[in-house]
C-alpha cells in the first residue's frame, strides 16, 4: 500500500528534521536469559519474598548475596532445592556479582550452602520474624515458592528467548519463499526440458486459478486507491496465498508459549502479565524483522 505523492513528500520531510534534531545513541547489548540466569533471578527472587536480609535502599539490595554470608547461604540452598549446583550455575551466580568487583568460586558456594544447613532457622522458630525486617541469619526457603519462582521467571525472562527464536522463525518463513522461488527460476534457465515434463493439465491448473489471476479482480499489479490518501497494487492470488501465510506465522510466532503462571509473584495480576509477555513477544518480533521493512519498502 502505498502514499500518494504529495503525503509521501510530506512525510520525508518530517523524517528528514527529525533525523537532524535527534542525537543518535549506541544502543545497550542484547541480554541472553539462559536457564542458569533464569535461575539466579528466581532465587534471588525467592530469598527477597522469604526475608530482607540486606537494607532494601541500597544499591546492592537484589544482589544481596554478593556482599552479604547470609543471603548467600540461602541462595545456595535455594540451588540445591531445585538440584543446580554445577560450575555453570554458580559461574552465572558470580557474573552478577561482577558489578561490584566481587567473584563467587564454588568452594564459597558449597560453605555457603553449608551454613545454610547448620544456620538456617524457620520462619516461626524465630521470634517477632518479620519478612520486610533485616535480619542477621538465614531463612530457611519454602520449596513450593522458590518452585514458584522458577516457573514466573521462566516464563518472564524465558519470553525473551523466545521471542528472538520466533522472530528468526518468521524470517525464516520468507528465506524459504525466496529459496522455493530461486529453485524453481533458475531451474527454468539451466533445465528447461527438466520444466517441459511437468507441463500438463495440472501445471495449467495451477497457473490458471493460482499464479497468474488477481487475488479479486481483474487488475492484477494495478495501482487502486484506498480511502483517498493511500494507493496499493492489487496482488496475484499467489502473492496472496504467500501474504496470508505470513500472517499466520507471524500470528503464531507472536502467540506460542505466552501463558499466565497462576499466584505470579512478578505481576500482581493476570492481565498485567499478559500485556508484558505480548508487548515483549511482539517488540522482538518486529525488530527482528526490521530487514524486511527495508527489503520490501515500496
Known sequence: MLLSTKYSLLLLLIFIVGI????????????????????????????????????PTSPYAYYCYCVDPNALAMVAGC????????????????????????????DQFEAAYKNYTTLAKDPVDIKGFNATVPINIPVKLNTTVVKLYVKAYDQFLGNYENSLYYGSGVLGYWA????????????????????KTFTGPVSN?????????????????????????????????????????????????????????????????RRLAIIRYVADRTGIVVSVNMPLLILFAG
Open 20 to 55: 537532524a534534531t535527534v542525537d543518535a545513541e549506541g544502543g545497550a547489548p542484547y541480554t541472553h536469559y539462559g536457564y542458569a540466569a533464569r535461575i539466579a533471578s528466581s532465587c534471588s527472587g525467592a530469598v527477597s519474598a522469604t526475608a530482607t536480609i540486606c537494607d
Open 79 to 106: 540451588y540445591h532445592i531445585l538440584d543446580e549446583t554445577s560450575p555453570d550455575f554458580v559461574s552465572k551466580l558470580s557474573e552478577n556479582c561482577k558489578t561490584f568487583g566481587i567473584s563467587i568460586t564454588l
Open 176 to 195: 524459504l519463499v525466496f529459496l522455493i522461488v530461486t529453485v524453481v527460476n533458475w531451474t527454468k534457465i539451466i533445465s528447461p526440458g527438466l520444466v
Open 205 to 269: 491448473t495451477w497457473r490458471k486459478y493460482v499464479t497468474l489471476p488477481a487475488a479479486a479482480s481483474k487488475n492484477k499489479t494495478s495501482e487502486r486507491p484506498f480511502l483517498k490518501v493511500f494507493d496499493f497494487l492489487v496482488p496475484s492470488r499467489l502473492e496472496t496465498l504467500i501474504l496470508v501465510g505470513f500472517v499466520a506465522v507471524t500470528i503464531a510466532c507472536c502467540s506460542a508459549n505466552i501463558r499466565y503462571v497462576q499466584n505470579d509473584p512478578i505481576f500482581e495480576t
